[in-house]
């Protein structure tokens, strides 16, 4: 059984930075797509980056380019996403998903998912 888990959330003063990590167990985890996406109270869950299980390209929201970075170590099974700079509106319980196949900027195509890990952003 495929199991994501996220850490690295916490609570952060705008401007600064935060590393989160997402660590799978349970499957082969190696030519996975690998995506981060988040979701902020009474909003949808947004997408925020993704990598291709197979050729590596990342991809990004606009949002997220130029600040957020996704790398993965596979001999971990772990995926981060490096956010720098960040703002309030960065505020939301980011999530990790895992796609079986080539990745998507939409949520229902990823097979699984982790349970969550809070970022706060205070101005």
């Known amino acids: 059984q495929v199991q994501l888990v996220e850490s690295g959330g916490g609570l952060v003063q705008a401007g600064t930075s935060l590393k989160l990590s997402c660590t799978a167990s349970?499957?082969?985890?190696?030519?996975?797509?690998m995506g981060w996406f988040r979701q902020a109270p009474g909003k949808e869950r947004e997408f925020v980056a993704f990598?291709?299980?197979?050729?590596?390209?990342?991809y990004y929201a606009n949002s997220a380019k130029g600040r957020f970075t996704i790398s993965r170590d596979i001999a971990k099974k772990t995926v981060y996403l490096q956010m720098n700079s960040l703002k309030p509106e960065d505020t939301a319980v980011y999530y990790c998903?895992?796609?079986?196949?080539?990745?998507?900027?939409?949520?229902?195509?990823?097979?699984?998912w982790g349970q969550g890990t809070q970022v706060t952003v205070s101005s």
């Open positions: 998903a895992a796609d079986l196949g080539s990745g998507s900027y939409h949520p229902i195509e990823y097979e699984y």
């Open positions: 349970g499957g082969a985890f190696d030519n996975w797509a």
């Open positions: 990598v291709n299980g197979v050729t590596r390209k990342e």
